[in-house]
């Protein structure tokens, strides 16, 4: 972050958000590009709130139009079941201290920082209709099912159970729309020595789930 107006020692850093929970474990700031330290000290910390006070280290302004000096400021947060960043914000405020009911901040973002994409829970079922049955060491078609949540993946990394197999090239149809372009047969995975197979989304990505998208697999005896 930058600011247009400096922090003093003594003056707060607020950062809050209402989804996020932090705590003051590693708390940091560091100037930047050097990474040279800037002394500070948690003096509250509560759920989706954090203050530090500047110790013996000034906030200092850039010019507008430039990006030096900026600030990088780190420390332990919960995050929140939201995957999608444009669900959670975060407030950076440096205020000085005192009645914070009585003055306006020194700097703020005015909570348009938004948060940090996380790792979504990607729905997959494979299926074989209609009763979900298929002979032993056979070739055959099943359906497999993938919703991105939030997420707009652009490939897939399927992991066949122990046995099972893909043919070398394994998409048999790409779905309603061709949202998937190509399924290949790629190396075993090295741990456990299982198939694995590569999809590929059509386009910019998979943005809605896959619509009776068909691969080839092949079964055990």
Known sequence: FTVTRQAEPNDLILISSKF?????????????PA?????????????????AQLM??????T????KDPSYEVSFTTLTPNLPNPGDTFFRIELRKPG???????????????T?????????????RLPSNEAPPMAEVDVEIVIDPKS?????????????FNFTEDCLVRGGETDEIASCTRIQDEPA?????????????????PSDYVVIRIMTPA
């Open 115 to 127: 948060g940090f994409r996380l790792v979504e829970n990607v729905l997959l079922r494979v299926q």
């Open 192 to 208: 456990t020595g299982r198939a694995q197979a590569l999809l590929k989304a059509s386009g910019g990505g998979l943005s809605k």
């Open 56 to 61: 013996g280290t000034a906030i200092r302004t």
């Open 63 to 66: 010019v507008p139009g430039f």
């Open 99 to 113: 009645n914070q009911s009585q003055q306006l901040p020194l700097n703020t973002n005015d909570e348009r920082t």
């Open 35 to 51: 990474r040279a330290p800037v002394s500070s000290e948690v003096v509250s910390f509560i759920d989706g709130a954090i203050v």
């Open 20 to 32: 996020y929970r932090m705590f003051p474990d590693n708390f940091n700031i560091v100037r930047m």
């Open 151 to 163: 997420t707009v993946p652009e490939e897939f990394l399927l992991m066949a159970p122990p046995m």
